[in-house]
């Protein structure tokens, strides 16, 4: 490998050393990090306040440089004044990018103490980009090794901590074998490790790199962070790597990021919306950005793209790109879809596989693409970056807000890609046992949606059950959001299952009844939580819509997605529904009845006329609950004999003594669509408007014609739900309006 | 076998009382939280004050999951215990979580307590304050249930509905 360009002969002007003051004045006036502050002509106190700043920190900057060479006795309070200088504007508006020249030579060659050189490293925070030479720079005067094996590391860790900000890699991934030959010191390992990670491309694979490793593992043990480079070999090419390497074991790297955190965020707080440059490029999105973006987030892009600075080198760059067939096309160029069209087979991922997430285009290309490499990287990305941001399982980490918003776009994406991410499935399993309910709830609610198609009693342990606990014991409004989110992951599966069956055909017996038995079980576990909530809430109605809207999507899985199940809902969900004191929950409960019948009779006719071959059909017992039910439902509506006729265990038959204690007047007609409690407004309003002057509510004159014009008003007052339930399975009505035979019984 | 603990009066309020046992700073502040605990490091109660305590509805055991001591203080209280109480009165709380690095007990011998005493287990993580409120939300549902303030659910019933997910 050869270094495109030396070092040694930096283009930046600093070089000169007498003119330190006129060069950062020039780059004070020129391409500034904060044009606002510059432009302006009012002289504000801030503005005098930052120039003030902005010269002391020339002043510190040209003291460091010249005090490498200079062999004079370094005064204390002079070096003090300085670093003061350096640090304050590092945590305020982050380093101008000449700086890091200065400061990363100063550091790496030992001139001054290890204090010093942790401070300096410590504030080399960058205001927008830090400029590839820098490291270049920072990593030869590494290999000479003057500076100590502290200092060493914590270079290290600021390298992967700020490798988002560096503008071009070409260059740091021609050094790829010099930072291999750092594999060999113990300390540095596993940072060097990282950092290689990083910068790994398919070519840079070698075997002797692997046999390398393998050597190295054999001497300190599997080692994660060796187990995840070798990993990562594999992936690129699995016919060198022929060790076998545990499937998708949780290996990470550990956080480096400790000294800069919370600096790097309130510079990015700071300095967000105050220039194009500082701010991060988004490849052909027009997503808003969110104000408190963690700034090692997926969602920095280098700015170098947008840069009109140096737009001639990326002209030459680019240029060199599209013209050779031999190199990757790097996915910050990628504009448009066309684009991503043409280079398809020659493109290369970031080193920061985040970056994907809020990308369409790679969103696309990951969709169709088969290399397993991209899923691992994602993979272990993402499954570090939840585990340690996670703020109700890592106390230390107060960023509730931005771990909200990456919830949000993994949740995003997975819609995108219509599938869950592994690394989101096994973090849901560790931390639900552990979560309070409240922090981040939609977000995490909406990530269990997508849990993948799987048999049931394998992740019960792991997510219905946790869920169920804390189900139970938490408030009205996070048992409604689970009940939503349970009812998407049944959507989820049921989509996903009859894609499986289309693909599955040979196989269709084993294949079906798994599938048929994973639902069958996700509703019977919602029935019985749902039976359940109804109890602890006291039958409220805001819960009951949401019951119902669950069995909405269950009682039409047979007509719409053609899964042979059909499950009505418990009857702790039926009768509080069928008595409720709203018409909202018996409109939507009398639509979902029809459907149900809807199903039944499809079923029925598809058996008789034996077009297919059937391999289920429902059972007796199916169509007898339902019988059930629908007698209940008559009786309650419309014919006044539910307290007779119900039959079921848990209904509503009572004897006649028990009723006559009630004191309601003929209690065998006075039960159905007028008097019932959720319908009694209704009737009301009907009877003011054909009776006008009437004040005596006389009940008994809605019958005969009368009783059709108020079907009519009810129908017209919305109740779609009602007129379907009622024209298809009451007898008389649908006589009279279809002349079809709709019995009540099926 | 003793006698149901009790402890000193505390002024009435509508919401039944609770005993916290278990010793830790964050655990003083979730006690502040449900409004009418009483705090007890460990158990036995004294029993100078027997005749003032109100009947308990529900113990809760914390156990900080940093702290092997905790656990061993938490068995050996529990032998105090009635065994009335285990009929669904009885929870454990475990804190600390949200540190994993400085775990000292496993979260499998928590759930095998949890198992033998037939009650369930909860974790939280108490130092944040957030998190607090919530868990403290979550003890005061459990409470009213093991109260009887909620018809149609009883302690027994329900802490067999929190462990049913267990035995199958």
Request: aromatic share 10%; glycine share 4%; hydrophobic share 40%.
């Amino acid at each position: 490998m050869q270094r495109r360009r030396s070092s040694k002969t930096p283009k930046q002007p600093l070089s000169i050393p007498n003119k330190s003051q006129t060069d950062l004045s020039a780059w004070r006036k020129g391409g500034k990090i904060d044009p606002e502050k510059s432009v302006q002509n009012n002289q504000s106190a801030d503005d005098q306040k930052c120039e003030s700043q902005e010269g002391s920190l020339e002043q510190a900057l040209s003291y460091f440089q010249k005090a490498q060479d200079s062999v004079a006795p370094k005064k204390k309070s002079v070096e003090q004044e300085h670093l003061d200088a350096v640090e304050s504007t590092a945590l305020e508006q982050g380093l101008p990018p000449e700086g890091f020249e200065i400061l990363l030579k100063v550091v790496l060659s030992g001139t001054f103490a290890d204090t010093v050189n942790t401070r300096l490293l410590k504030s080399l925070i960058p205001a927008s980009v830090i400029p590839e030479n820098s490291v270049v720079t920072a990593v030869s005067w590494l290999c000479v090794g003057k500076c100590s094996s502290n200092i060493q590391l914590l270079f290290l860790k600021w390298l992967i901590t700020m490798f988002d900000f560096i503008d071009h890699k070409e260059q740091l991934n021609a050094l790829y074998g010099f930072f291999f030959s750092f594999l060999q010191d113990e300390k540095l390992c596993p940072y060097v490790c990282h950092v290689l990670y990083l910068l790994t491309r398919k070519e840079n694979v070698r075997p002797f790199r692997i046999r390398t490793l393998l050597d190295l593992q054999a001497k300190m043990g599997m080692q994660s962070h060796l187990q995840a480079l070798l990993s990562l070999y594999k992936l690129f090419c699995p016919e060198q790597v022929t060790i076998t390497l545990p499937g998708r074991m949780k290996t990470y790297f550990k956080n480096s990021e400790g000294p800069w955190k919370a600096a790097i965020t309130a510079v990015r707080q700071r300095n967000q919306g105050s220039s194009p440059l500082s701010q991060a490029v988004f490849l052909g999105t027009s997503q808003p950005q969110s104000r408190k973006r963690k700034w090692n987030a997926q969602l920095v892009i280098p700015a170098s793209s947008a840069s009109t600075k140096h737009l001639d080198e990326d002209r030459e760059k680019s240029c060199f790109y599209l013209c050779s067939p031999n190199e990757s096309f790097p996915v910050e160029q990628l504009q448009t879809f066309p684009q991503l069209l043409q280079n398809i087979h020659r493109l290369e991922f970031p080193s920061q596989m985040g970056s994907v997430l809020t990308n369409p285009l790679l969103l696309h290309y990951m969709n169709c693409v088969k290399d397993e490499s991209i899923y691992l990287r994602l993979y272990y990305w993402m499954g570090q970056r939840l585990q340690e941001e996670c703020p109700w399982c890592v106390v230390d980490n107060p960023y509730e807000e931005e771990f909200r918003s990456f919830l949000e776009t993994v949740y995003k994406a997975e819609c995108f890609l219509q599938e869950g991410f592994s690394a989101c499935e096994e973090f849901l399993y560790k931390t639900l046992p552990l979560w309070d309910g409240i922090c981040c709830r939609s977000e995490f609610l909406r990530l269990v949606s997508w849990i993948p198609l799987s048999s049931f009693s394998d992740i019960k342990p792991y997510l219905f059950d946790p869920l169920a606990q804390l189900f139970f014991t938490s408030s009205i409004y996070f048992k409604c959001s689970v009940l939503e989110s349970l009812k998407e992951l049944l959507q989820n599966w049921l989509i996903r299952s009859v894609i499986q069956m289309d693909l599955e055909i040979s196989s269709v017996n084993t294949t079906l009844s798994g599938l048929v038995n994973t639902v069958a079980e996700l509703v019977h576990f919602v029935g019985w939580i749902s039976t359940v909530a109804m109890r602890l809430e006291n039958n409220s109605t805001f819960l009951l819509y949401f019951i119902l809207d669950f069995y909405g999507t269950v009682c039409d899985i047979y007509l719409k997605y053609n899964l042979p199940l059909l499950i009505m809902p418990p009857a702790g969900v039926f009768y509080p529904a069928l008595l409720s004191m709203d018409s909202v929950n018996l409109n939507q409960l009398c639509y979902i009845m029809y459907r149900y019948r809807a199903n039944l009779v499809a079923a029925k006719e598809n058996e008789l006329s034996k077009k297919k071959i059937l391999q289920f059909k429902f059972s007796n017992r199916t169509y007898q609950e339902y019988n059930q039910y629908i007698i209940a439902m008559v009786g309650c509506l419309w014919t006044s004999s539910a307290f007779q006729k119900d039959t079921h265990p848990q209904g509503l038959c009572m004897d006649d003594k028990l009723l006559s204690k009630s004191a309601v007047k003929e209690v065998k007609s006075s039960f159905n669509i007028v008097y019932h409690p959720a319908m009694m407004g209704y009737s009301v309003k009907f009877l003011q408007q054909i009776c006008p002057g009437d004040t005596a509510l006389n009940f008994k004159l809605i019958k005969g014609k009368k009783w059709d014009w108020y079907l009519e008003y009810l129908y017209s007052r919305g109740l779609r739900g009602l007129k379907a339930f009622i024209e298809s399975s009451i007898s008389r009505v649908s006589q009279a309006a279809r002349s079809k035979a709709g019995n009540a019984d099926v | 076998l003793t006698a149901p603990p009790r402890q000193g009066q505390c002024p009435t309020l509508s919401i039944p009382p609770v005993l916290p046992v278990g010793a830790s700073g964050p655990l003083v502040k979730l006690a502040n939280l449900l409004s009418r605990s009483h705090l007890a490091t460990s158990l036995p109660l004294p029993s100078e004050r027997d005749h003032l305590r109100p009947r308990m509805d529900l113990v809760v055991f914390m156990i900080d999951i940093k702290s092997k001591y905790s656990l061993k203080n938490v068995e050996t209280s529990l032998a105090y215990v009635d065994a009335s109480f285990f009929l669904g009165k009885v929870c454990f709380l475990v804190t600390g979580v949200g540190r994993v690095n400085a775990c000292s007990i496993e979260t499998n011998a928590v759930r095998k307590l949890g198992e033998t005493y037939c009650s369930p287990v909860l974790f939280c993580e108490l130092e944040l304050e957030g998190i607090r409120a919530a868990t403290a939300q979550r003890l005061v549902r459990m409470l009213r249930i093991c109260a009887g303030l909620v018809p149609g659910v009883s302690a027994l019933s329900f802490v067999s509905l929190m462990r049913k997910s267990d035995d199958d």
